[in-house]
């Protein structure tokens, strides 16, 4: 069974504008951490931003910020004025903690064009 | 900060032959490092899950006997890809973290596996 999930294969946005990117979770740790990282037309994995289950603030780091609901076991990526730039693949990620080897799970990938 | 350098970056090997690519952290100690390999339509899958003084742990459709791990030190880890074929082709990658302060997963940039 998919551990994460993201349902949208791929969006596209006008540039300066806000883009909200899916991504839903499953887990029976009561601790864990949920990634955004973004690949690149290179193939270079870039980590953007992560969110503590424990915490109950949104993360937000630059112009990317996260929308935790945890009951919904969701946890989107929101890009505010977007730039040409942010077109990539990006992929959610969740590590467990309880489980001993603490597995790393990513999800299938959004890939956004931001079109100028 | 925190690095990971892949190496080689691009392989191309012979059916039924076998390759072996490394994996270097630098900047902090790779205590859990995970290999990964990424499809052509983007999906990652793991493939084992290596941490310093532990056994490595596989992932389903994948084992030893065909991807053989050495995680020898903090800074180092190799896989090797026996007997490749076409199946095999893809971008691997090397995910490291340390365990003490880092949660999220520093990735390389990939090998790149070519199968003729």
């Known amino acids: 069974a998919q551990k994460v999930t993201q349902t949208q294969t791929s969006i596209s946005v006008m540039e300066k504008t806000t883009v909200t990117m899916d991504c839903v979770y499953e887990?029976?740790?009561?601790?864990?951490?949920l990634f955004w990282y973004k690949q690149t037309a290179s193939g270079e994995i870039v980590f953007l931003i992560r969110q503590d289950s424990y915490k109950k603030e949104n993360a937000t780091v630059g112009h990317y910020s996260l929308n935790f609901q945890k009951p919904k076991s969701s946890i989107g990526l929101i890009i505010t004025a977007t730039q040409i730039e942010d077109s990539a693949v990006y992929f959610c990620?969740?590590?467990?903690?309880?489980?001993?080897?603490?597995?790393?799970?990513f999800g299938k990938g959004t890939s956004l064009t931001v079109i100028p | 900060g925190a690095l990971v350098y892949q190496y080689p970056r691009r392989t191309i090997c012979k059916s039924g032959t076998s390759m072996r690519m490394e994996c270097q952290a630098v900047?902090?100690?790779?205590?859990?490092v995970a290999w990964y390999r990424q499809s052509p339509q983007k999906t990652f899958e793991l493939i084992a899950l290596s941490t310093v003084n532990s056994a490595i742990k596989y992932e389903q459709n994948f084992t030893q006997e065909k991807f053989p791990i050495s995680h020898p030190n903090l800074s180092f880890s190799s896989m090797t890809v026996l007997n490749a074929y076409l199946e095999d082709r893809g971008l691997y990658l090397c995910g490291a973290r340390d365990q003490g302060g880092h949660t999220e997963v520093f990735f390389g940039k990939g090998t790149r596996l070519t199968v003729v």
């Open positions: 990620a969740m590590r467990e903690v309880d489980t001993g080897y603490q597995n790393f799970y």
């Open positions: 887990t029976q740790d009561s601790s864990y951490f």
């Open positions: 900047g902090f100690q790779a205590t859990s």
